[in-house]
C-alpha cells in the first residue's frame, strides 16, 4: 500500500496577514534613521548596498499590489510549498527591478510609508480566496502573504547582517510562518521518513528515503534554531560552516541534508 499523502500544512489567515504588517512595519521603523553612510554600506547581497535591500524588501510587499492590479487566474495550478523552487528563476529581473526602485525613491522613509499604507487598504479590500498569479504559478491571496513572511523574515535578517546594532525585531508569527513553509518545502524536495528535521519551537518535518521511523527516538535527527534554518535554506549560511560553528546538530548517517540545501537563493 502506498504511503498516505501528506495534509498540506495550514495557516491562519489573519495571523499571516497581520505578521506580514508587523514585520514590515518593525523594518520600517529600523530604517528610518539610517544616515547616507549607513545606506551605501554592503550587504551579503552581491553588489547591493543597504538602500538596494530596503527598496527590495518593500518590492517584496509591494508585489502584493502587483498581483491584485492584474486579472484573476481562471484556476488555482500550483502550492504554497512549490513557491520556494520558484524563486531564483527571476533573480536577475529582480535585482534589476530593485537598483531601479532605489533610484527611483530617494526619500526611503516616505516610499516605505506609502508601501505600508496602500498594503493595509488592499488587505482590507480583498478576500484571500482572491487568486494571484505569482512566480510560482496560481495562487491563493493568503497563501501568497505565507510567502512575503519569508521575504520579509529574509531580509529582516540580511539588514541585521549588514548593520550590527541595527537589531529589527522579528515578529514571532512571521517568523513561524516562514520557519515551517522552508521546513515543508525541504519535505518535498527529498521525501521520505527516515530523518527527522527539528526546528524548535515551529516546525517538525520527516524527509529523506530509507527506512521510516516509527516509534522512540529517531536515528537520524537534525536540529537548528529558526534562523540558522533559514540562513540554510536561503544560501545565507553553508551547511559546513553550521556545523563547524555548532549551529546545528545532527546524528545519524542519513543525517547530512546538506547536498539538499539551498531551497532557495
Known sequence: MPPARKRARAYDPARTRAAVVA????????????????????????????????????????????????????????????????????????????????????????????????????????????????????????????????????????LNAALPGLDVPYDRQALAAATRLLADALAVKAPGGSTEVRIPPYAVVQCVEGPRHTRGTPPNVVETDPLTWIRLATGRLAWPDALAEAKVRASGERADIGGLLPLMS
Request: zero cysteines; hydrophobic letters at 45%; glycine letters at 6%.
Open 23 to 158: 514585520q514590515f512595519a518593525h523594518v520600517r521603523e529600523a530604517v528610518r534613521g539610517l544616515d547616507p553612510g549607513q545606506l551605501a554600506r554592503p550587504t551579503r547581497l552581491g553588489e547591493w548596498t543597504v538602500r538596494d535591500l530596503i527598496a527590495h524588501t518593500g518590492m517584496a510587499v509591494t508585489a502584493v499590489h502587483r498581483a491584485l492590479d492584474r486579472p484573476a487566474p481562471p484556476k488555482q495550478d500550483t502550492t504554497l510549498v512549490q513557491w520556494p523552487f520558484a524563486t531564483a528563476a527571476g533573480a536577475g529581473a529582480i535585482a534589476e527591478f530593485t537598483r531601479g526602485l532605489a533610484a527611483d525613491h530617494p526619500d526611503l522613509d516616505a516610499h516605505l510609508t506609502d508601501v505600508d499604507t496602500a498594503l493595509r487598504a488592499v488587505l482590507a479590500e480583498h478576500p484571500g480566496s482572491r487568486l494571484l498569479q505569482t512566480s510560482a504559478g496560481a495562487l491563493p491571496l493568503d497563501d501568497y502573504l505565507v510567502t512575503r513572511t519569508v521575504e520579509l523574515v529574509v531580509h529582516t535578517d540580511d
